[in-house]
């Protein structure tokens, strides 16, 4: 006889609320503690990358970024290998139980299996991108017969993720009523497929340099614009309030982690302000163009070293803090020193609450540890428009599609044009540069260093303060730092884990 004071197998699938909250457990592992929230924010991954420090190697991620990780740095390392499992797992359990329950319609059953399908994908695409081989695991939990899993290889992994995306792709609806906000769609199916896509056309995963793969990437990111129209997808007019929570879930939105305080909080503006643990670096703040769209290189640029941040890409301004800067909050108004953030002298302003436009700067009381709720974006339509001018600039070279996707970009800043007439290898240097700059400070140029393989070039080297002054110089190993090692936790469970060569 079933218990009646708790859930058994036997006695929880019994109703659609049951499922429901089944299912919410499948994406409660994006949040705080799991994939994109707390320890694992995605904030700290940028300090993995040129693009920002970790001073007090926060998740293990400067030891990452100084090429010291080991299987027993903990951190990241053991803590995204068990989430990934965890809503796995979750994902396994749901999908195997959900046709108990009689009281939900097909229709809606139907879309749940979908919800599921393209959580278990993204779980799988985050093992296979940081690990290479992983164990594929279909069935609901069993340690009896999981525990001691071999590793599968990465193709079929990949396979696996594009059936499943395919699978929820069929089911997923292109909208959802206000109730239920942050649910995969149909367009975060179609936009995950294109970036898995992207990845295996890419240097590090596409070794045999097959241009089809590159076609393949291209079509999935196209077949996300042409159904952008009837989605609702477009990019938001102004840069720095599409990270606000004032304007979550607006139309750039394609799928994000959705965070509420005080029930399910994050930490992005202790990360960005108060701790200063994701500080942005010089080389990063060099990389910005001038307004008129010449780098600071360029003798004519007009770019003055006495007024460094003078006639910049409007996105330097949205997304760094910067010695000099004022910030206004009606008729007060204070300027930035570089001794309110003394790591580097700037600070995140992206994916926080600062924000010069309209307040002073947050005081270190005011904000505590989970308190936080601005919503992670995990992919939005700028990254699909730059997904498929690179991956068309690769396969056919720049046509004029793929100057209208970048320019679309630079457009919504007030950037000029690119210059038209650009060779292959020219435009392929323009999008590279359009990535770092639109997605600074939003976890993605880590993985896209290493997707490009040109890690070893961009980070075999020193790292400086605004001043100028030397932080450390950093180390890339690109016989072993491409991926990640299994971590020691796993190995001791499981013998039959092969550990990654280097390690």
């Known amino acids: 006889m079933d218990p009646h004071d708790r ?42 990358s040129p693009n920002a420090y970790n001073y007090s190697n926060s998740d293990g991620w400067n030891s990452i970024a100084e090429g010291l990780q080991s299987s027993t740095t903990g951190g990241i390392i053991s803590s995204r290998w068990a989430n990934c499992y965890e809503g796995i797992g979750r994902c396994n359990y749901f999908l195997a139980n959900v046709d108990r329950v009689i009281s939900i319609d097909e229709a809606t059953r139907t879309r749940m299996k979908g919800e599921a399908y393209f959580l278990r994908a993204l779980f799988y695409f985050l093992l296979e991108n940081y690990w290479g081989d992983v164990p594929l695991i279909l069935d609901p939990p069993d340690p009896s017969t999981q525990s001691n899993l071999p590793r599968t290889s990465r193709q079929q992994i990949i396979e696996q993720i594009l059936k499943d995306l395919d699978s929820a792709t069929l089911v997923l609806p292109l909208k959802y009523g206000s109730s239920d906000l942050g ?50 997808y477009g990019l938001y007019p102004d840069y720095r309030s599409l990270f606000l929570p004032e304007n979550e879930n607006n139309k750039e939105v394609i799928f994000d982690v959705q965070f509420i305080y005080p029930q399910e909080g994050n930490s992005f503006d202790l990360i960005c302000g108060q701790y200063n643990s994701n500080a942005p670096l010089l080389d990063l703040v060099l990389s910005y163009e001038m307004k008129n769209g010449l780098p600071i290189t360029d ?11 003078l006639n910049r890409d409007p996105r330097l301004y949205a997304t760094i803090v910067y010695p000099g800067e004022v910030w206004v909050s009606g008729s007060n108004k204070v300027t930035v020193t570089s001794s309110w953030f003394p790591i580097t002298g700037y600070a995140m302003q992206k994916l926080s609450v600062y924000n010069s436009a309209t307040k002073p700067p947050v005081k270190a009381s005011d904000i505590k540890d989970g308190q936080s709720y601005i919503n992670y974006i995990v992919i939005r339509y700028a990254d699909v428009l730059l997904m498929y001018a690179e991956a068309q600039n690769e396969f056919i070279g720049p046509d004029p599609s793929v100057y209208d996707a970048v320019n679309q970009i630079r457009a919504r800043v007030g950037m000029p044009n690119v210059a038209p007439g650009l060779t292959q290898d020219s435009m392929r240097q323009v999008i590279r540069h359009e990535r770092r700059i639109e997605f600074a400070g939003e976890g993605l140029y880590y993985n896209d260093i290493r997707r490009w393989k040109i890690a070893e070039l961009v ?40 550990q990654n060569p280097g390690y």
Request: with cysteine.
């Open 459 to 498: 980070m075999n080297s020193p790292i400086y303060t605004w001043k100028h002054t030397l932080i450390e110089t950093r180390r890339f190993n690109p016989n072993r730092d491409y991926w990640w090692p299994i971590p020691q936790t796993q190995l001791d469970l499981n013998h039959n884990l092969v």
């Open 7 to 48: 859930y058994t197998q036997n006695n929880f699938w019994q109703s659609s609320q049951a499922a429901n909250a089944a299912l919410t457990g499948c994406y409660a592992v994006l949040r705080y503690s799991g994939v994109y929230g707390g320890a694992a924010t995605p904030l700290w991954e940028e300090t993995a």
């Open 299 to 309: 003798p004519s640029s007009g770019y003055r070293p006495d007024s460094p941040y």
């Open 183 to 232: 649910r995969a769609t149909k367009g975060a199916a179609m936009a995950l497929k294109a970036r898995v896509l992207l990845f295996e056309a890419s240097p590090l995963f596409n070794t045999n340099n097959d241009k089809n793969k590159w076609k393949l990437a291209a079509d999935a990111a196209k077949a996300v614009i042409d159904i952008s129209s009837s989605a609702g």
